[in-house]
């Protein structure tokens, strides 16, 4: 896994169980339905503000919160320090690839507690935490906890949504607001749960490397994340823009969002290639040989399989996507981290199929 940090490679137990635990399951691939030391926003939008109900609101919302992870007894008011970092999309070309980001903390979060911020830097109201603007208008935002002086630790109790709120309508009676909004679950990633958290009281001494711009790991090894794998599934609707094909006519187009955790801080990265298959109602297949990006991209379904993903052309409304095996292409070739989101929008041509929204979280499959 090539996400640089300003920390040290290795994960630190933060806190100390009350009494001896059972050994952990030697499981090491990820569970997104537990809280993470780390935690992944697939999608941000930084564009200007938009009117709801006659109030200018950020176009993204994240939420950000912890509990006690199982096993520790956590004091009220524990602390729980959060670096965050903005990841955008590269430009694949021979002189770039290198993905834009902007770091962050923040050190106000406490066990059972929430913060609320936006993407484009601008306060929800006096209770959020200062933030920079992500420096791009999408992309997606990863967050570890870590020690005050910058180690990365074992504390698994990340969890997190995001509001996502669309363009400002251009026709009809609500012509000058957004009316599109959707959340999605953002997705914890554990620490290597074979490790345990053997020290007796306290906040655990930070120790190993310290060089700046040292690798997170989400390879399952002890002292690094939990595995992720480089497949992911989902369900989509497929596109209607115009009557036709399988009722109703309700008018819709559908993104996948795809992103790695595979980023080289400030510096080139490697595309990764990505094949996907679509399936429709009746297990009916579309395959597609794939397509590359590097860091996040969103593609919309219109873009793929030489637009056949339609309801029209698919004969039902709706089926699944499977994406996989990501891999890297360039340099030293091999599997990548993958996370997915699908996005769709609905309404009426004149507003672009904007009035309506909602994601769905995609999952992985397989085990690698």
């Not at 697939?42 to 509990?67: D, W």
């Amino acid at each position: 896994m090539k996400f640089m940090t300003k920390g040290a490679v290795l994960l630190m137990p933060m806190f100390a169980v009350a009494t001896p635990a059972l050994a952990a399951p030697p499981a090491t691939l990820n569970n997104s339905n537990q809280p993470g030391s780390a935690i992944v926003f697939p999608k941000f939008v930084n564009l200007p503000q938009v009117t709801v109900n006659g109030n200018l609101v950020s176009r993204s919302e994240i939420e950000i919160g912890a509990v006690c992870p199982a096993g520790l007894i956590c004091p009220v008011g524990t602390n729980v320090n959060v670096q965050f970092r903005w990841v955008c999309p590269g430009a694949e070309d021979v002189n770039s690839n290198i993905c834009p980001e902007a770091d962050f903390e923040i050190t106000t979060l406490t066990v059972n507690g929430k913060r609320a911020f936006s993407a484009d830097g601008i306060p929800i109201n006096a209770a959020s935490p200062t933030v920079p603007p992500a420096p791009c208008p999408r992309g997606y935002l990863i967050g570890w906890v870590e020690t005050a002086d910058g180690q990365p630790v074992k504390f698994d109790a990340l969890i997190g949504n995001a509001v996502i709120r669309g363009q400002a309508l251009t026709a009809g009676p609500e012509a000058g607001s957004s009316t599109a909004v959707s959340a999605y679950n953002a997705i914890p990633i554990q620490a290597n749960t074979v490790d345990p958290y053997p020290y007796p009281g306290g906040v655990v001494p930070v120790s190993g490397p310290t060089a700046p711009e040292l690798m997170l790991a989400f390879d399952g090894a002890s002292g690094h994340y939990q595995q992720l794998t480089q497949w992911q599934v989902g369900d989509v609707r497929f596109d209607k823009t115009a009557p036709g094909g399988p009722p109703p006519d309700v008018f819709s187009v559908t993104a996948l969002i795809f992103l790695t955790l595979d980023v080289t801080s400030g510096q080139p990265n490697n595309p990764v290639f990505l094949p996907l298959a679509f399936y429709n109602e009746d297990e009916v297949v579309t395959s597609f040989e794939g397509y590359e990006f590097v860091c996040w991209d969103q593609p919309a379904l219109s873009f793929l399989a030489g637009g056949s993903l339609t309801q029209l052309q698919q004969g039902t409304r709706k089926g699944i996507v499977l994406a996989g095996p990501a891999t890297k292409l360039g340099g030293i070739p091999g599997p990548a981290t993958l996370i997915g989101l699908v996005e769709t929008n609905e309404g009426t041509a004149a507003n672009g199929f904007t009035e309506r929204k909602y994601n769905f979280n995609m999952v992985s499959p397989f085990v690698p």
